[in-house]
């Protein structure tokens, strides 16, 4: 083969990986399947590839056959830190049906964190790892207020975890105060996940008070044993601490009037029903 034929070789492999890559990132894994397998056909020992259709692979539910993607790289590359990490946490689930997927919510708007809007917390009363485990990061959050709890559920319905307590009393007021709040997931091991809570309404009656006052501290601190893995995101990221806070100081003034919501509803109907 010759220099020009090598590289322009290069150049093909090189073009089809950056298309697989850009389809996990809109999160439309069968056509990732699809992509990864097709460089598999031309370059059958390419350990990224392997890897890449193992996540995929996994995201359909395909877990046996990502299983046997995983353990490919394995065999290239014995000591492959990804392989390795990604097949143990398979061999914890089951060939299961894939969950619905949103495609393209791997990153956006959510996870552009504002001070005073965003906040970002650990679950409390997590999920079995297997549960876990089917999550990944940019995924939106159901929460589902219950008996004075805010329950986290997945996009297949499946319970998650709770949100800590004092973060509860302070959404079930801001809600009733007629804000709106989404969450989706930040990062997720084993034995952790990291939800980032985003303000995406704001009603009137509450323009004197922010939703999460900036009082942080670093994640190291609220780490639990053996949930390591799920603050891989980064030594930068900061969570808030509210294990001493309920409301800021001036929060009863501003939670005056109480006007019953639910999250979800359209900005407009709280506008038009003012202090009732």
Known sequence: MTSTQIQAQKRQKEDQAKKAIDLAMQSRWSDAVEANEAILDDFPDDLETYNRLGKALTEVGRIRDAEAAFGRSLELSPHNPIARKNLDRLQQLDDTEPVDMIHGCAVGNTFIEEIGKTTITVLVNLAKPKVLLKEAPGRPVKLQ????????IGLGGALLGQIEPRLTVRLVRLIKGGNMYEAAIRSVGEEALLLIV?????HPSQSGAMSFPPKEIPARGMILSGSQEAFDAGDDDTLKDWSNDDTEPGDDDAFGPVIHRIIGNNPRDDDASGDD
């Open 145 to 152: 207020s219950e008996d004075g709890v805010f329950k986290a």
């Open 198 to 202: 985003r303000e995406v309404y704001k």
